[in-house]
């Protein structure tokens, strides 16, 4: 499982360990959604490896 979160105001999408906070611009994704997620166009997206999932490195899109 991942967070994916977005920051709207440097068009940055950004998956990362499942978080444990409250976000409006936060959200909770099962590992086969985690691993299609692509970022809106003209946005960069950020992926953090995941505890526990070895095929994730750290990365930009």
Do not use: I
Not at 27 to 53: E, I, M, S
Request: glycine residues 4%; contains cysteine; negative net charge.
């Amino acid at each position: 499982m991942a967070t994916l979160t977005f920051d709207y105001a440097d068009s940055m999408a950004v998956l990362g360990p499942l978080s444990f906070d409250r976000d409006p611009h936060s959200f909770d994704l099962c590992a086969r959604h985690a691993a299609r997620t692509a970022a809106p166009q003209g946005w960069q997206l950020v992926r953090h490896r995941v505890f526990g999932d070895a095929s994730a490195e750290e990365s930009t899109d």
